[in-house]
């Protein structure tokens, strides 16, 4: 089952009231080897010195926790975030809109999306009779935002609630063109930046998230 927006229900409401953030309550060693995963991806291609696969994941990685963290932001500022993830989906939820299992597979979406893209990366798609065409990139972006979009989708119709929509106006395609959109532009775009431009981007972008998990997390915001 598809379900396609929010329909601001006094259940979903209710789901996200009782959401416990960061409590062991349903723990399981699931998390461990989860983890031992992506760490072994991680450090295969390090081993390889595929850093600009490095890059790409760490890109990502880096957007998806500002969103979590707007999110959770909203969240504490109106009462509901844009999207919620039950207590009876995971085994650990970090942050209210992100679980650890979503946030671990988020740690190798943008490795993956960029494994996707041509051998050559700058291809362009329709470049002829002097059009510049599009760059596989940017279609490789919006390829796979869709394929997430839809995928959330079938999670919202879950019948554990994996994901959690309140707001009627919030769905997949706002999801879709506001974050998933971005999401694989980062990991498709950043690993061919300049090396001094790309540096620059990562630092800033892990540092925000880094300034903020402190901050904001013993403040209780998020």
Request: glycine content about 8%.
């Amino acid at each position: 089952m598809f379900v396609f927006w929010g329909d601001g229900s006094q259940e979903a409401r209710s789901l996200v009231e009782a959401i416990r953030v960061r409590s062991t309550e349903n723990f399981n060693w699931t998390f461990i080897f989860i983890l031992a995963v992506v760490f072994y991806v991680y450090w295969s291609e390090i081993h390889k010195k595929n850093y600009d696969v490095i890059y790409a994941g760490f890109a990502l990685y880096g957007v998806h926790w500002l969103y979590e963290i707007a999110n959770a932001i909203i969240g504490h500022i109106s009462g509901y975030p844009l999207w919620s993830v039950s207590n009876g989906s995971t085994t650990f939820i970090l942050l209210i809109g992100v679980c650890w299992e979503l946030s671990m597979m988020f740690s190798l979406a943008g490795i993956i999306s960029f494994k996707m893209l041509p051998q050559d990366r700058n291809k362009r798609y329709f470049a002829k009779n002097g059009r510049r065409g599009i760059s596989c990139k940017f279609v490789g972006a919006v390829e796979m935002a869709l394929l997430f979009a839809l995928f959330e989708s079938f999670l919202a119709g879950t019948s554990n609630h994996s994901f959690i929509w309140v707001y009627k106006w919030w769905g997949v395609l706002p999801v879709f063109i506001t974050t998933y959109i971005p999401f694989f532009l980062a990991s498709n775009y950043v690993p061919d930046m300049k090396p001094q431009h790309r540096r620059a981007f990562l630092i800033a972008e892990w540092g925000l998230v880094a300034v903020l998990l402190i901050v904001l997390i013993p403040l209780g915001i998020i």
